[in-house]
């Protein structure tokens, strides 16, 4: 789906992500990687699939839009190092001339050598480009011009069918003071968003995404 913010071409992808083609820029919020492992560490049976899943999405958003820069907008990494990180650093390999930004969330923890080792330049607290500041958490953007798009909480909507049955999923969120992102990963809870007058919440089905 393409919209218009603050005079700009925005791309919304199914597949939870942002394209800015003005400036061939492809966001995405809430990685996670390394979550599935740190789980599996403390005995909790997670697929270790879910993450080789996660990247090959993101392969896929990259042969698409075949962006120059690569956000991720906060939470990139959920704990310290390990084996999803190491397939990370081997999956960035394939991909050296893409710049590659992280705008730091509460879960980046990393050494910043551990970032530079694998080409991520760290930005904290926000990256600006035109009209708009990429920032994990949009309440604490101090660039009063420009509008906050973040992430951090995982944004939800349900929708009520007409047999009354209840669907939740994850979505885009563009209110009046700032935009959040959907989590990237697919290994996340859904906050709900409840949008108030002039505020607009697109949901990501199966097969599209869809204004509600």
């Known amino acids: 789906m393409t919209i218009t913010s603050h005079g700009e071409e925005l791309i919304l992808d199914k597949e939870r992500a942002l394209y800015l083609p003005q400036h061939g820029l492809l966001a995405i919020s809430d990685l996670h990687l390394g979550k599935t492992a740190h789980f599996r560490s403390a005995g909790v049976q997670v697929p270790a699939t879910l993450a080789q899943n ?73 990256f600006c480009l035109g009209p708009f500041c990429f920032i994990h958490d949009a309440p604490q953007c101090t660039e009063e011009e420009l509008y906050p798009i973040s992430g951090h909480i995982h944004p939800g909507v349900t929708i009520v069918g ?14 009046k003071a ?33 204004a509600v």
């Open 54 to 126: 996660d990247l090959q999405r993101l392969s896929l958003l990259i042969s698409k839009y075949k962006p120059s820069t690569l956000l991720i907008n906060g939470d990139m990494f959920h704990h310290g190092l390990n084996t999803d990180i190491d397939e990370f650093a081997i999956w960035r390999k394939q991909y050296q001339q893409l710049e590659l930004l992280l705008v730091k969330g509460n879960h980046d923890r990393l050494a910043r050598a551990d970032y530079a080792s694998m080409g991520i330049s760290i930005h904290e607290p926000s």
């Open 162 to 175: 007409k047999a009354k049955q209840r669907l939740k999923f994850p979505c885009f969120f563009f209110g």
């Open 178 to 210: 700032y935009a959040v992102l959907p989590a990237f990963s697919t290994f996340t809870g859904l906050y709900n968003i409840y949008p108030k007058s002039n505020e607009q919440i697109y949901a990501i089905t199966p097969n599209h995404v869809v």
